[in-house]
């Protein structure tokens, strides 16, 4: 069995009781992980398009824009501004920075400049190897990024992404407010760079037999993600019902609605569960970008009636938390039905 690296997290170590008990019992339900009913490509819809002097062919991409947010909560974009270099050189900076030994990482404020409580691996409140994810990440608030002093290779490198990608979130909420019939400053206002986040994801070769979680089956907690990541794949969600492998494409952006969106929506646009699956031999790499707003924000349903009560930002998220906590997984929406849907 392969052992950790000194960059490695100490999964085994830290997990061993629960992998243990999953050898001993198998209390482990290898269908519900391992079982992917097919690999597809996503909606693919190029941006260059929203210049277009035809404004036909510019509200065509908005239509599929909208129509892939409520048939499949997650879409593709290319021609999204942001150069192969540029990728190439994230890339390179990634393995970098989690390439260092562990215990440099998890002072990631000495040594990377980042806030405290930046870097994160496996799952903390995990019961059973379901709640697993073999992955570590560092989660950085946008403001650690942009204009950091002094600059380094790592932290120019992502704020070119993050500016980019900053802006590509506001044109896609603002052309989904605007499907809903909604021409508002709503995003612009409350999701500003001092509330959204990036993250650097990892998730090392996983040498265990039985298919074990990079990340575990989950929705985010957003308005928008858009992910960047490299060509080893082991992206799923849920379509009709099954899991589908996402098929990686090196030009796109993946793009996926959150609980936010949705509930904001009515329900309209669609937040869909997925997870990372695991590779025995390959690590991947991405890097995902939250458009949030700030916790005082209040996120109401633009249509009556409404799916969702009223509630901030805040709310939710401590909701979130005190559910993984005690559950060891996150319930999200359904905790936040209005009345008359819990009727």
């Known amino acids: ?12 170590e830290a997990y061993k009781i ?10 482990f339900d290898h269908k519900e992980v391992v079982v992917v009913a097919e690999e597809c490509e996503l909606p693919v819809i190029d941006l260059s398009r929203l210049g277009d002097s035809e404004e036909e062919a510019r509200e065509e991409c908005k239509r599929q824009i909208a129509r892939a947010s409520q048939e499949w909560g997650f879409f593709q974009v290319v021609k999204h501004g942001i150069s192969s270099d540029i990728f ?40 059973c190897i379901r709640q697993l ?62 509330t959204c986040y990036l993250r650097l994801n990892r998730y090392p070769p996983c040498p265990i037999s039985f298919g074990i979680h990079g990340l575990m089956p989950h929705t985010d907690s957003d308005f928008l993600t858009i992910l960047y990541q490299d060509q080893v794949g082991g992206l799923q969600l849920v379509k009709d019902s099954k899991w589908i492998a996402v098929k990686p494409n090196p030009d796109a952006l993946i793009v996926n609605i959150g609980d936010l969106f949705q509930a904001w929506s009515n329900g309209v646009y669609k937040s869909v569960e997925h997870r990372v699956m695991t590779n025995p031999k390959l690590e991947r790499f991405s890097m995902a970008y939250f458009f949030c707003p700030s916790n005082e924000t209040v996120i109401e349903s633009c249509k009556e009636p409404s799916v969702y009560r009223k509630f901030s930002f805040q709310e939710y998220r401590q909701q979130v938390r005190d559910d993984v906590q005690k559950l060891g997984t996150k319930i999200g929406l359904p905790r936040f039905l209005s009345t008359l849907d819990r009727a």
């Not at 069995?1 to 085994?12: A, G, K, Q, T």
């Not at 629960?18 to 209390?27: H, Q, S, Y």
């Not at 380094?152 to 605007?178: H, K, Y």
């Open 88 to 127: 190439s050189r994230l890339r390179c900076e990634q393995e970098k920075v989690f390439k260092q030994p562990f215990e440099n990482k998890t002072k990631e404020d000495k040594f990377l400049n980042f806030s405290a409580g930046t870097y994160r691996w496996g799952t903390p409140t995990a019961t």
């Open 1 to 12: 069995m392969r052992m950790e690296s000194i960059s490695d997290p100490p999964f085994h």
């Open 133 to 194: 994810s073999w992955s570590e990440a560092f989660h950085i608030p946008l403001t650690d990024i942009l204009g950091s002093t002094p600059p380094n290779s790592l932290s120019s490198t992502i704020e070119q992404f993050a500016t980019t990608v900053s802006s590509l979130a506001q044109t896609l909420a603002n052309i989904l407010a605007e499907k809903m019939g909604h021409k508002s400053t709503f995003f612009k206002e409350n999701c500003l760079p001092n």
């Open 18 to 27: 629960l992998f243990d008990k999953t050898r001993n019992d198998d209390g």
